[in-house]
């Protein structure tokens, strides 16, 4: 393992982390002065120059995000906000949780210079139902910095006055889909939004609206404090610096880790994940998130942890970094139906082809996995992932068709025998003696 | 104006336009569920789905898609018709596909869609989902959560429109379903366009229900005369039997609505109240007979002419010319408010509280006279004995003025009321649905009637039966067609100088006498052209 900084995991595992006075011993909020003796326009400058890319899963440039916010001329009187998303119900991803819950105040801290840098008033977290006790850290972390200063009137004696305030969901995996996190948090049910308008120039409250994700945010103090440049050295030149990346399934040590992007993906499995059980070989690996395509191990072998390299070599995604590793006792076709029960049940019933196809899907792949299904069936369920994919209102239907388009390509036998063994009366799951 | 393109057609449209307004333009209809010209856009049924040959990214929903110089789409790829069967078949997996039970079958969007970009060969192999059946939501509708396509049309009409807000899409994923909040009835009265916007048969109207298969019905275009707003109507018919009626589309009047009060009062043509014979001194009689009778009445009488705010303008013309002709002295009359029996319901959306829906052409042709007097002026002239007999167009002058009448009263109406029981003669009008003519509404816009059903009875267009007593006189006093009687009146009279019967179109035409503002019941000063 090279050695490179922990930038976002930097105080993880100190006792008292999450306190004030534990992270102001490790430095916390002198990026904050930093940034705030900077011009709003320098600050995103920085931010820009780094190629920090946005955590939750699009990976789009978070610098350039924030420059798509109207000028204050184009804003109609609106205010602009900041709206943190830590609506993290990807299956497979947790990195969030751990940000929230071990540095609370490297999040509020990345807030207030995003803020100082989009001219931000007010500022919601906005997290996920399940998350209640993460709220309730959070809500203490901004009691000390408020008792400190460090949020409300005149920060640093900057002349910045900032407020922060946490917003607990219901718990809709959609509302992390950012227009409906701002229906959601606007009061409505939370359902996404056509674009355009886009958000930074309509979100919420009718208000130009920038929503970062609680990784992205939190890298942000690090980049003020290091510069761009030594950011921009980690990593690979269009994907620089560390990614958190939540691990889990066949793996020896599960958990989250944090590592420079273009890691290769096996070094991940082996290094830091501990490799698979004893005996056991790979048979896939989810490398983004339950709604990216799955990867083979042939594929898996030539990956590295980045961007591009995962969508040159197999067409999948980094998205949100849920690392979900499945070794040889993995039965695909139950994999596949126990992800779509997820996407069936999630689907926000807005639009057409999702609200019905999602669950049609999940219909099918129970009579699949039950021993019920036909070839008519196996061609229906391709046939209508590619129906859903990129029809639909938001991404949701791309990430309900993913999973279906890459298993059932990719490992097309098991779904074959499936249909064969119900053919020839088998109980389910007995395959066909070839 | 920017320049976009429809299948390689070009079109100039106003920017900003939605794309599915632009290729109706070019006469390319994109098939659509959710997207409706009078409410926000919602983008969530995913049918209108087209291809972007330039100037965006493809595909795309053509409801959100504003026009931009340069922006060109397709709708006749093999990707379009693909996408369009694809949202058809999702849209009917949990439909119960019980046309042949619903009354939408014949106007429904799934039906028509379905012929063109069915998938015709089914593979649904799942049970379908169970929700509400045969709900009653409100005093006008039905509602059946099955047949749900949720394109959330009545959501935003409810939000938008009435602002009542009483329904909503419930739950999520495929067990979303329609409906209405707990404790909450639909109270407001524009239900009936819930029906109409529904693009299935999940709203029904109850009026409606079972009563006739929607392909053996012909349309008409009417206008409605509850009040003075003048919707703009279709005349649903068959065999000279009115089954509804349902708003016409104007944006200057109506946009796409008709409150419920204007949309049941078809049955008013089948109405007991109807008058449907002449009568003299309450005896039935033929319309000859009568108009005889109401000429010797008139003749050499002290008249007083009530101008009918709910007569055609071609009847006010009709007495104008009357007057003229045979009854050099008599006083011209409009008689301000509404019968006793009108509904007194109003609002800011379309009803407006005066029930009349030709005051103005009234009095426009009134003062053709000179001066106009109004119910003051007429009581006044009775109990002076200035006036002692009457010819009344359609007002119950008796139920409104609440005195008493000389006994030489004709009456020219089509309800039976206090003035028709007080007439010495009766003349019967047809309803306004049975004969042509026009109305100039609040706004000053004058519309035309048309006959989509024959005149019930006896009963004659109002303007013949005021003709009536011209040729009793001796000689008719307008000419026979209405075009011609148009044509006079719009030379007559200088407001409506220029107009033809044939350029009024199906939206009519605004004059500009008129300050145009709801409510007036006199004629105003000139408004400054505009």
């Given at each position: 393992m090279d050695v490179y900084p922990r930038i976002l995991s930097r105080i993880w595992g100190v006792p008292g982390s999450h306190t004030l006075a534990?992270?102001?011993?490790?430095?916390?909020?002198?990026?904050?002065?930093?940034?705030?003796?900077?011009?709003?326009?320098?600050?995103?400058?920085?931010?820009l120059k780094s190629g920090l890319r946005g955590r939750g899963g699009a990976g789009f440039p978070t610098g350039r995000k924030w420059t798509f916010v109207p000028?204050?001329?184009?804003?109609?009187?609106?205010?602009?906000?900041?709206?943190?998303?830590?609506?993290?119900?990807?299956p497979g991803t947790f990195k969030d949780r751990f940000c929230m819950w071990n540095d609370p105040h490297q999040l509020i801290e990345g807030m207030i210079i995003a803020s100082h840098a989009l001219g931000v008033r007010r500022a919601y977290i906005y997290l996920r139902g399940e998350f209640e006790y993460v709220q309730r850290r959070l809500d203490e972390a901004l009691a000390e910095a408020y008792a400190k200063g460090y949020l409300g009137e005149n920060i640093f004696g900057s002349g910045f006055s900032f407020d922060l305030y946490t917003h607990l969901g219901a718990g809709a995996y959609i509302c992390g889909e950012e227009t409906a996190l701002i229906s959601s948090i606007e009061g409505y049910k939370g359902q996404p939004r056509l674009k355009p308008p886009f958000p930074a120039v309509k979100g919420v409250w009718e208000s130009p609206t920038i929503v970062n994700n609680v990784e992205t945010l939190a890298a942000v103090p690090w980049i003020i404090e290091n510069g761009w440049e030594a950011y921009k050295a980690i990593g690979t030149e269009?994907?620089?610096?560390?990614?958190?990346?939540?691990?889990?399934?066949?793996?020896?040590?599960?958990?989250?880790?944090?590592?420079?992007?273009?890691?290769?993906?096996?070094?991940?499995?082996?290094?830091?994940?501990?490799?698979?059980?004893?005996?056991?070989?790979?048979?896939?690996?989810?490398?983004?998130?339950?709604?990216?395509p799955v990867?083979?191990?042939?594929?898996?072998?030539?990956?590295?942890?980045?961007?591009?390299?995962?969508?040159?070599?197999?067409?999948?995604?980094?998205?949100?970094?849920?690392?979900?590793?499945?070794?040889?006792?993995?039965?695909?076709?139950?994999?596949?139906?126990?992800?779509?029960r997820f996407y069936a049940h999630e689907s926000c019933g807005q639009c057409t082809p999702c609200r019905e196809g999602s669950?049609?899907?999940?219909?099918?792949?129970?009579?699949?996995?039950?021993?019920?299904?036909?070839?008519?069936?196996?061609?229906?369920?391709?046939?209508?992932a590619d129906n859903i994919h990129s029809r639909t209102i938001c991404f949701f239907g791309a990430s309900a068709a993913m999973p279906v388009q890459s298993f059932v390509t990719k490992f097309r036998d098991e779904f074959v025998a499936r249909v064969e063994s119900a053919r020839a009366g088998l109980p389910a799951g007995l395959a066909v003696a070839k | 104006m920017p320049l976009v393109k429809v299948n390689g057609i070009a079109v100039e449209v106003p920017p900003g336009t939605n794309m599915i307004e632009a290729a109706k333009k070019v006469g390319v209809e994109i098939p659509h569920y959710c997207y409706h010209p009078h409410l926000s856009v919602a983008g969530n049924?995913?049918?209108?789905?087209?291809?972007?040959?330039?100037?965006?990214?493809?595909?795309?929903?053509?409801?959100?898609?504003?026009?931009?110089?340069?922006?060109?789409?397709?709708?006749?790829?093999?990707?379009?018709?693909?996408?369009?069967?694809?949202?058809?078949?999702?849209?009917?997996?949990?439909?119960?596909?019980?046309?042949?039970?619903?009354?939408?079958?014949?106007?429904?969007?799934l039906q028509d869609y379905y012929m063109e970009y069915g998938q015709h060969d089914s593979r649904l192999a799942d049970a379908k989902m169970g929700k509400g059946k045969r709900q009653d939501i409100g005093d006008q509708i039905v509602l059946d959560a099955e047949r749900c396509v949720q394109c959330s049309r009545c959501v935003r009409f409810s939000d938008e429109v009435t602002g009542t807000g009483e329904l909503r899409l419930f739950n999520r994923s495929n067990q979303t379903q329609i409906g209405i909040f707990p404790g909450v009835r639909l109270s407001h009265q524009y239900q009936g366009n819930l029906a109409d916007i529904c693009p299935v048969g999940a709203l029904t109207l109850k009026d409606f229900r079972f009563k006739k298969r929607v392909w053996w019905l012909k349309e008409s275009e009417s206008v409605c005369g509850g009040c003075a707003t003048?919707?703009?109507?279709?005349?649903?018919?068959?065999?000279?039997?009115?089954?509804?009626?349902?708003?016409?589309?104007?944006?200057?009047?109506?946009?796409?609505?008709?409150?419920?009060?204007?949309?049941?009062?078809?049955?008013?043509?089948?109405?007991?109240?109807?008058?449907?014979?002449?009568?003299?001194?309450?005896?039935?009689?033929?319309?000859?007979?009568?108009?005889?009778?109401?000429?010797?009445?008139?003749?050499?009488?002290?008249?007083?002419?009530?101008?009918?705010?709910?007569?055609?303008?071609?009847?006010?013309?009709?007495?104008?010319?009357?007057?003229?002709?045979?009854?050099p002295n008599a006083r011209a009359y409009v008689i301000e408010g509404n019968d006793p029996d009108a509904f007194t319901y109003q609002d800011e959306i379309l009803v407006d509280s005066d029930k009349t829906p030709n005051r103005f052409g009234a009095a426009l042709t009134a003062s053709q006279l000179g001066s106009v007097g109004d119910a003051e002026a007429l009581k006044a002239a009775l109990a002076s004995g200035e006036v002692d007999a009457l010819l009344v167009l359609h007002d119950d002058v008796v139920g409104r003025l609440g005195v008493a009448t000389p006994k030489a009263l004709v009456y020219v109406g089509t309800f039976k009321n206090a003035t028709s029981s007080a007439a010495a003669v009766v003349l019967p009008a047809a309803h306004y649905i049975e004969q042509p003519g026009t109305w100039i509404n609040r706004q000053g816009r004058v519309q035309r009637l048309r006959k989509t059903v024959a005149p019930a009875g006896d009963s004659v267009a109002d303007y013949a039966a005021v003709d009536a007593i011209g040729r009793a006189f001796g000689g008719a006093v307008i000419p026979e067609m209405p075009a011609a009687i148009f044509q006079e009146l719009a030379a007559g009279v200088k407001a409506l100088n220029g107009l033809t019967l044939k350029g009024l179109g199906h939206g009519g035409q605004l004059i500009t006498l008129f300050a145009p503002s709801p409510g007036v019941d006199q004629p105003g000063q000139a408004a400054p052209a505009k």
């Open positions: 534990v992270a102001e011993q490790h430095g916390a909020y002198n990026a904050a002065r930093k940034a705030l003796a900077m011009s709003p326009a320098e600050v995103t400058d920085v931010v000028p204050p001329e184009k804003r109609g009187g609106k205010p602009v906000y900041l709206l943190c998303n830590a609506d993290e119900s990807e269009q994907s620089p610096g560390t990614k958190l990346f939540s691990c889990s399934g066949h793996i020896m040590k599960p958990g989250v880790y944090e590592i420079p992007l273009g890691t290769p993906m096996m070094d991940l499995l082996n290094k830091w994940c501990g490799g698979l059980r004893p005996g056991r070989t790979l048979k896939a690996i989810i490398p983004g998130g339950s709604s990216v990867m083979t191990p042939a594929e898996v072998a030539q990956a590295n942890m980045d961007y591009e390299s995962i969508n040159k070599v197999a067409g999948s995604y980094l998205g949100s970094g849920g690392f979900i590793v499945m070794d040889d006792s993995t039965d695909m076709v139950d994999a596949l139906t126990n992800l779509l669950a049609w899907m999940y219909n099918i792949l129970c009579r699949l996995r039950d021993g019920l299904a036909t070839e008519d069936d196996l061609v229906a369920l391709r046939d209508l | 049924c995913r049918m209108c789905l087209v291809d972007v040959e330039a100037g965006g990214r493809g595909p795309d929903i053509a409801c959100n898609m504003a026009a931009t110089e340069g922006l060109a789409i397709r709708t006749d790829t093999p990707k379009v018709t693909q996408m369009r069967k694809s949202v058809m078949e999702f849209l009917l997996v949990n439909h119960p596909l019980d046309c042949p039970i619903c009354d939408q079958s014949g106007e429904c969007r003048g919707c703009n109507i279709l005349v649903h018919h068959q065999e000279n039997e009115v089954y509804r009626f349902t708003p016409r589309r104007n944006d200057e009047v109506n946009k796409s609505w008709i409150c419920d009060q204007g949309r049941l009062s078809y049955k008013d043509v089948t109405s007991l109240k109807r008058l449907t014979g002449a009568k003299v001194d309450g005896q039935r009689a033929e319309l000859p007979e009568a108009a005889n009778a109401a000429a010797l009445l008139l003749k050499g009488a002290k008249v007083g002419v009530v101008f009918g705010a709910k007569a055609t303008t071609e009847a006010n013309w009709a007495a104008v010319k009357l007057v003229r002709a045979r009854l």
